[in-house]
């Protein structure tokens, strides 16, 4: 449960304070926006810096695990990941929000795939699982390439911009995360 984590092409650590004008950068893209649920648009100054705080507060309690997801080859942060528990229930949300110019080149699977495998590793959980707008093929391919099965869709269940859209849920179970179902990352703890 350390600081920072590799694999091939990423470094996961972290997040501190200093990250939030980098967080901000993704968070206020549009793009972004529209496939979170609660992300505003246009995105305040101040909130990414509120987030992050949020999010390194929640580490500290125990109820989450976030991480400034960053590029070796450029040492740019491109996302974040994370998990937030659930831990009366020993299960945990996966989440990923990455930059727009970092979206099509395997990132964002690459570190699901590693926070999955610390996920299971270093907590007392029995199940990730992710949703995702069923409109939303990329972030569907991310949870499909981690070893996740979709569990259902739940139609118009949430309402983003005015706009009710369907959600589709996955998961992935401690038992199913071994073997050919989830490929363990090439990693090296820092």
Known sequence: MDSSYSTSRLTLRELTTD??????????????????????HP????????????WIKMKKEGTATWFAVIVKATNEIAGVTGLNFQNEHKKAEIGYLFGK???????ATEAAKKI?????????????????????????????KIGMKHEGTIRKDLI?????RDVAYYGLLREECGGEKIQKVEDQKL
């Not at 995105?43 to 949020?54: E, K, N, T, Y």
């Not at 996920?119 to 093929?137: E, L, R, S, T």
């Not at 983003?160 to 009710?164: D, E, R, T």
């Open 160 to 164: 983003k911009f005015g706009q009710a």
């Open 116 to 144: 999955v495998e610390l996920g299971f590793k270093d907590y007392d959980i029995n199940k990730i699982w992710g949703m995702v707008y069923a409109d939303n093929p990329n972030s569907i391919k991310v949870l499909e």
């Open 101 to 107: 110019p970092y979206w099509g080149k395997g990132y």
């Open 43 to 54: 995105f305040p100054d101040g909130l990414a810096l509120d987030i992050v705080g949020s």
């Open 19 to 40: 990250d939030g004008p980098s967080v901000h950068g993704i968070l206020s893209e549009i793009e972004v926006a529209k496939q979170t649920r609660s992300l505003p």
